[in-house]
């Protein structure tokens, strides 16, 4: 009974990609999958079906836990289901031929999401910015 179904299209056919498989915070055996090297630093759902999407894959959520996440936050809830395969058995892209190759390429382009480029620059130069205003306006008074 481990699949239902001999179509590849449908959605219990796709494979599942949960963000502690390319966590570089997570051990091997917390449950990451790939190499520290290529994994990304806490990475959501969200991100991951950005990703994804943008590729031009076939992508849902699902709100489901990874068993070994010990932490319930909403940050780590969820599950990104991919098609890799169309119904005849062949590969939607062609640079996607397994769930591994899916989950680098997700860990490469995660950093490069506006997103994740805003929080690191964006962020610090926005407090100090306001800072600034603030004591402007106390000059003017």
């Not at 219990?12 to 949960?18: G, M, N, P």
């Not at 849902?60 to 936050?73: F, G, T």
Request: hydrophobic share 30%; proline share 4%.
């Amino acid at each position: 009974m481990a699949h239902l179904t001999q179509n590849h299209a449908d959605k219990e056919r796709f494979i599942c990609v949960y963000p502690i498989y390319i966590n570089s915070k997570k051990t091997l055996a917390e449950g990451r999958r790939i190499p520290t090297e290529k994994a990304v630093e806490n990475p959501s759902c969200a991100e991951i079906r950005d990703v994804l999407t943008a590729a031009g894959m076939n992508v849902y959520l699902e709100n489901k836990m990874h068993p070994r996440e010990w932490n319930r936050d909403v940050q780590f809830r969820g599950r990104v289901r991919v098609q890799v395969k169309q119904e005849d058995g062949s590969f939607c892209l062609d640079k996607f031929t397994s769930r591994k190759e899916v989950m680098v390429y997700v860990a490469e382009m995660i950093p490069k999401l506006k997103t994740r480029t805003q929080k690191t620059g964006g962020g610090e130069s926005g407090s100090q910015q306001g800072e600034g205003g603030k004591k402007s306006k106390k000059k003017k008074k």
